[in-house]
């Protein structure tokens, strides 16, 4: 079975600091995705990589980051995190190309105070 | 742009009734569509993934249809347990988009009672 790890499950963190979200999956897959669930919007893309060092914008890029240094890793970063940054981060990857199911962690459930 | 939706948003059975979900979305030029489920504070399980040339997909008492033409999808799930309880998402990977995005319905919550 695939399995995508997410290093926490619940963060809290002050306005203004640097926030990092790491995710690894263990499946060599090519693909990773970072998500965000908020109630009302649903899941909206952030970023994704479809290979080491590359990465492409999703629906909301602004105010994130990532890196991808190594296949299994894809990084999450909020460079000066804001309150409305607070929501559920979602890793996910998958083969390559699109035919394949996406496989998701279990959230980070991220509070900025 | 893509526009999937998921009705009713929330439903509630009595076990051992059959489930079914409906997605629709408005562009009909799709690459392949999700079913998930997503147990609360947690991710999203892929469920079934069915290709646009495909009409349907199995797995044990889930089945998922696709009607490319009529923008729809239903998923049916026979004789529901309370472990079903949880919220079903869909989502579609459209042809014109980089093929890296999915657009997701918001989602139906089924509640099974015992």
């Known amino acids: 079975d695939v399995k995508v790890t997410q290093s926490s499950r619940y963060l809290v963190k002050r306005t203004g600091e640097k926030v990092f979200l790491e995710c690894v999956q263990d499946?060599?897959?090519?693909?990773m995705f970072w998500y965000r669930q908020d109630p009302g919007l649903g899941l909206r893309l952030i970023y994704f990589s479809y290979d080491v060092k590359m990465k492409e914008k999703g629906d909301i890029p602004e105010g994130y980051s990532v890196s991808r240094e190594k296949k299994e890793r894809f990084s999450l970063i909020l460079e000066s995190a804001s309150t409305n940054q607070t929501s559920m981060y979602l890793c996910a990857s998958s083969p390559p190309q699109g035919r394949s199911p996406l496989h998701f962690g279990n959230g980070t459930r991220l509070t900025v105070t | 742009k893509q526009e999937v939706t998921q009705i009713p948003a929330a439903l509630s059975v009595p076990e051992g009734e059959n489930l079914v979900l409906n997605c629709s979305f408005t562009?009909?030029?799709?690459?392949?569509l999700q079913w998930f489920r997503q147990d609360p504070g947690k991710g999203l399980t892929s469920l079934l993934l069915?290709?646009?040339?495909?009409r349907e997909q199995t797995s044990g008492r889930l089945n998922a249809s696709l009607d490319k033409s009529s923008g729809r999808s239903t998923l049916y799930i026979a004789a529901s347990q309370p472990g079903d309880s949880a919220t079903y998402l869909c989502a579609v990977r459209r042809t014109t988009d980089s093929w890296g995005k999915l657009q997701f319905g918001a989602g139906t919550q089924v509640v099974v009672t015992p």
């Open positions: 562009d009909s030029a799709i690459y392949n």
């Open positions: 069915i290709q646009s040339s495909q």
């Open positions: 499946m060599d897959h090519e693909n």
